[in-house]
């Protein structure tokens, strides 16, 4: 999936602006606020909006000429609740599968081998109404990969699950991509979920991509930090930046903590000494990798 430039517009309000970002294989967390643009990008993937501006193209095709062709080939569970509660779960999944070009047999078929996957195979002809949100996000699951696509796309599928059903619905998102291995496009704003089950990420802005990339990558190659939290505040945490900078070690400061970088065991000594030459009081020194709230942080303070 590619993006060149692409702009959506509604009224006065720019949704996407400029974006320009690749999507490769595995599982892709789209990352943003509530009003990030996430929503708008899905559904010009989708083909059910035109860009104003740039160019889009879904598994080789533009999903605004040609988006019957993408739709086939693409899996999608939407955020809102959009079933019938007075359906079986077999009948949803099986009817969307139809919708999906499969014939009547094979879609029955796919129907009961989805509502397995996800979990949902004893409760398969349950009426959705009589389900928990926990069931009925995994109803959407099934709708999304019964027909076997090539991309699923996942908006929130964790809105309004308790942290029990929400680990149990990441750990179906892992199965979808690596046991039947289909891709996945995850749009969250939850920072967390998306670093434990991403292998990228493709952060949105007010609009704008703000960074892209495999997750190892944006972390950082996921080298090692160190984390310093000083006594004194964020003066005392400046001052510290310096004083590393002042003998060669680069240093980060964040409120009263300053992040340093461990290119070599002979940091930890560099540290050592500043805090002493400084007469700084420690709360808590810690080794760490970036995380991806790091990189979130710092591509807000960044821009594009």
Known sequence: MRAEAVGKRWGTTQALSGATFEIGPGITGLLGANGAGKTTLLGLVLGMHRPDQGRLEVLGRDPWRLGPQVRARLGYAPEHEALPGDVRAHDVVRHFAEVHGLAAREAQTRASDALWEVGLGEERFRPVGTMSTGQRQRVKLAVAIAHDPEVVLLDEPTNGLDPVQREHMLGLVRRVAHDLGL???????????????SDAVLILDAGRVVRSGPLGELRGG???ELLVEVDAGAPAAERLVGELARHGVSGVAAGASVVVSLDSDAVYDVVRDALVDL?????????RRASLEDVFLAAGEGGA
Do not use: K
Request: hydrophobic share 35%; no cysteine.
């Open 222 to 224: 996921d080298r090692p």
């Open 279 to 287: 007469s700084l009081g420690v709360r808590r020194i810690e080794r």
């Open 183 to 197: 891709n996945v496009i995850l749009s969250s704003h939850l920072l967390e979920e998306v670093e434990r089950v």
